[in-house]
Nanobody, 124 residues
C-alpha cells in the first residue's frame, strides 16, 4: 500500500521561508506525477505546484517565482521550498501522486493518492 507523509509545516512571519517534504512509502515513485495542493479555510483546494516523471515543473500563478517544487528519487521524497511567504499562503498543504499521466496538473481529481496534510500559517 502506497502512503504519502507530509512534514515541514509550521508558523512563520511574512517574508519567511519553509520547506515541506512528502515521503513516499510502499513504491519507488520516480515515474509518478506529483503535486502540492493547498486549502485555506472556507476555500476550495487549489494546485500549488506539480512535477512530472521527467522532472518538468508547473506552478500556480500566485506562487511563481517564490515556490520551488523538486524531488529526490533516491530518497523517494517530494519537496516544496516556499520563500517570500505571504499571509495568503496560509492553509493546509497536501501532496498528491498519480500513477498515470496527468493532463492538467492542477486538477485534484486526477490524483489517486493523497497525504494527510501539513499546516502552514503565515502571519503579517
Amino acid at each position: 500500500r502506497v502512503q504519502l507523509v507530509e512534514s515541514g509545516g509550521g508558523s512563520v512571519q511574512a517574508g519567511g521561508s519553509l520547506r515541506l517534504s512528502c515521503a513516499v512509502f510502499g513504491y519507488t515513485y520516480s515515474s509518478y506525477w506529483m503535486a502540492w495542493f493547498r486549502q485555506a479555510p472556507g476555500k476550495e483546494r487549489e494546485g500549488v505546484a506539480g512535477i512530472d516523471g521527467g522532472g518538468s515543473t508547473s506552478y500556480g500563478d500566485s506562487v511563481k517565482g517564490r515556490f520551488t517544487i523538486s524531488k529526490d528519487n533516491a530518497k523517494n521524497t517530494l519537496y516544496l521550498q516556499m520563500d517570500s511567504l505571504k499571509p495568503e499562503d496560509t492553509g493546509m498543504y497536501y501532496c498528491a501522486a498519480s500513477f498515470v499521466t496527468i493532463l492538467n496538473w492542477a486538477d485534484e481529481r486526477q490524483y489517486e493518492m493523497w497525504g494527510q496534510g501539513t499546516q502552514v500559517t503565515v502571519s503579517s
